[in-house]
């Protein structure tokens, strides 16, 4: 995870695919501090391989269903 100006959190959409492998409750965690940053006004950023940014995630209702895609292959 990593941190931007722009971003309260950044996390790569490969940490997601590969907590949901080796780690379900990783997801949790990540989810649940994802969601302490939006309470907060903040945003949530998911980044390519190239550590561009290709969603920023400003709402819990889409968190919830950014989390639920993973959380339940």
Same mark, same amino acid.
Do not use: F, Q
């Given at each position: 995870m990593q941190q931007d100006e722009s971003c309260g959190l950044s996390i790569p959409m490969e940490e997601f695919a590969s907590a949901?492998?080796? #780690?379900? #409750? =990783?997801?949790? =965690?990540? $989810?649940?501090? #994802?969601? @302490?940053i939006i309470?907060?006004? @903040? =945003?949530? $950023?998911?980044?390519? #391989?190239g550590g561009e940014i290709v969603k920023r995630?400003?709402?819990?209702?889409?968190?919830e269903v950014l989390c639920s895609e993973y959380k339940h292959p």
């Open positions: 949901k492998k080796l #780690a379900p #409750a =990783a997801i949790g =965690a990540l $989810c649940d501090t #994802a969601r @302490g309470d907060k006004g @903040g =945003a949530v $950023c998911i980044l390519n #391989a995630i400003m709402t819990l209702s889409e968190l």
